[in-house]
């Protein structure tokens, strides 16, 4: 006699029907299809209520999920048309970088910062972070500056460690140190001393870098010319086109998601995606990706991942 075994049925753990896995749900915002002022989006970010901002060549763009709202400077006291970066602090305060300083917007007053009536290094702006201080940190084509709300310093090639003036991107680790990507290397600063890490010293893929992201296991991923390199503290780990499922060498920019999956834009050949062991690659022929020149990405508080593409408009990825 057998029990607990029915050739008629089975247990609850057998008989459940495994459910076929939803396609992922692709959306692309443009200027034909909603309020986007611009196709070419430079930069995203997403407030503490879930507004997504936009950087476009033609003004910012706010989005509630169902109401645009354009800000120019004709609307509004935004210094540029051009706008390459954004970033929310604690407060709410909305930073934004242009061509020609920088502009925060508080929800109803503008103030504008340029080397005019600021400490600002320069007035082109490429990228805007905040660190666990509050201080703001402006990566110019004259270097860096951070401002804590009263006082401007700027760090350049001529009076500290700062490999290059050209800074495209930044990241800030749980020690406190600032990770600067720059056209010769990255240089890394502990608030006293400087590193700098380029392919004669280290294994950096290339000494173009244009993006940083830091992982939870404080792995610093950079995106170059060449391929991305991960760096432990210790090794270094490249993947490109030639050893790995990375698509495209060129890497715009890099996101971590809240699986630990990263995602990496590139100028040529969409996404990809690495969970650590296996690649996939979005692009315009195989999913519902607005342009393969993908320029920045942003993930919300429900998972969706926000493209901003050359000259797709923006690509909402949900899976």
Same mark, same amino acid.
């Given at each position: ?8 049925? +089975?247990?609850?753990? +057998? ?16 200027? /034909?299809?909603?309020?986007?002022? =611009? ?16 950087? *476009?060549?033609?003004?910012? +763009? ?9 800000? *120019? ?7 540029? =048309?051009?706008?390459? *970066? ?54 110019? =084509?004259?270097?860096? /500056?951070?401002?804590?709300?009263t006082n401007w310093t700027t760090y ?18 749980? /020690? ?7 056209? +010769? ?38 995106? *170059? ?19 790995i499922g990375l698509e495209d060498n ?36 195989? /999913? ?8 920045a990405m942003a993930i919300d508080a ?18």
């Amino acid at each position: 006699m057998i029990v607990g075994f029915s050739f008629f049925g +089975c247990s609850k753990k +057998c008989t459940e029907s495994k459910q076929p896995k939803k396609p992922p749900e692709w959306t692309i915002y443009n200027t /034909s299809n909603s309020g986007l002022v =611009y196709n070419r989006v430079n930069a995203i970010a997403i407030d503490a209520t879930g507004n997504k901002w936009f950087a *476009t060549w033609m003004g910012v +763009c706010k989005f509630d999920g169902t109401n645009w709202t354009t800000y *120019t400077p004709l609307n509004s006291g935004l210094a540029s =048309y051009d706008v390459r *970066t954004i970033a929310v602090d604690a407060s709410g305060n909305k930073w934004f970088g242009t061509y020609d300083g920088v502009s925060m917007f508080d929800g109803a007053h503008w103030t504008k910062y340029d080397t005019l009536n600021s400490g600002l290094a320069d007035n082109f702006i490429m990228i805007i972070a905040i660190d666990q201080s509050g201080n703001k940190w402006f990566g110019t =084509y004259g270097g860096v /500056s951070k401002f804590d709300g009263t006082n401007w310093t700027t760090y350049d090639t001529l009076n500290s460690g700062l490999v290059d003036n050209r800074v495209w991107a930044m990241a800030f680790d749980a /020690s406190g140190n600032k990770w600067f990507a720059t056209w +010769c290397g990255v240089s890394k600063f502990d608030g006293t001393d400087w590193i700098t890490y380029d392919r004669s010293n280290s294994g950096l893929a290339d000494d173009g870098v244009i993006a940083i992201v830091i992982d939870s296991s404080s792995n610093k991923w950079f995106g *170059t010319y060449r391929g991305v390199s991960k760096f432990d503290g210790i090794n270094w780990t490249t993947y490109d086109t030639s050893n790995i499922g990375l698509e495209d060498n060129h890497v715009t920019v890099i996101a971590v998601d809240a699986s630990g999956n990263k995602w990496f834009g590139s100028s040529l050949s969409g996404v990809s995606r690495f969970d650590g062991t296996n690649w996939i690659v979005y692009d315009t022929a195989n /999913s519902g990706l607005g342009d393969n020149w993908v320029i920045a990405m942003a993930i919300d508080a429900l998972g969706n991942i926000w493209f901003g593409t050359n000259d797709g408009g923006v690509s909402k990825f949900h899976e």
